[in-house]
């Protein structure tokens, strides 16, 4: 069974409260260079994985996307998504990532945000995710940076003093489970190389278009400075050819 951790009571507690939950994409770290690499939404089909609470949802529609699926296997995140929508063009499905079923060529944009490090089979996704695009359909997506993912620790080395000293990276190229703790204890993750995104996309037929490795906007600065220091997130776009 995949897990959820969203829908514990505790987890998707502290979840709500963070600032990209309660503030939107704006107070998402990663969104000024998503924004950017987003194609002409307008008259689009958009499928959007692991949507959450739906802003990106919502988001395609105010770009006049022509319709929004979003799918996300906690019952908890989508009554926030659908509580927070009242559009009938977007539509949400509960479901695990890994489950999804749509007829082929059916999406111009497929996106997933920091979702796809959750999911064991990326190749299978990616597999999928090929078939189920249109013609030059657009694959964008994010998750959280391999050399944030490569220990279970996923924190900074610090001093006697407390102070942040360094981030290490140790087991990088050892793909697999990894169990962190994020919100909660043992939340389980899947840490995977850079290589092994970009290469299962390569071998789903997909060509890259942009990688890009995430750092803070200059309204973020000082208070995020040092995520300048190491990359948090990983964010690709490929395109069907």
Known sequence: MKQNKYDN???FSAYKSMPRSTNGLEAAGEWHIVKELIP????????DLGCGFGWHCRYAREQKANSVIGVDISEKMLQEAIELTN?????YIKQPIEDIRFNNATFDVVFSSL?????????????????YLKPSG?????VEHPIFTAREEQDWYYDLNGQRLHWPVDHYHTEGIRQTSFLADNVIK???????YINGLIAAGF?????EESTPSEEMLPDMQD????????????KKI
């Open 207 to 211: 060509s890259i278009k942009a990688v």
């Open 40 to 47: 002409d939404l307008q008259n689009k089909d958009v499928l």
């Open 190 to 196: 899947y840490h995977r190389t850079i290589s092994t």
């Open 87 to 91: 559009d009938s063009a977007i539509s």
């Open 138 to 142: 657009t694959f964008l997506f994010s």
């Open 115 to 131: 979702a796809l490090h959750y999911v064991k089979d990326y190749q299978a996704i990616c597999n999928k995710i090929f078939d």
């Open 227 to 238: 995520e300048l220091r190491r990359p948090m997130f990983l964010i690709i776009l490929a």
């Open 9 to 11: 009571d505790q987890f």
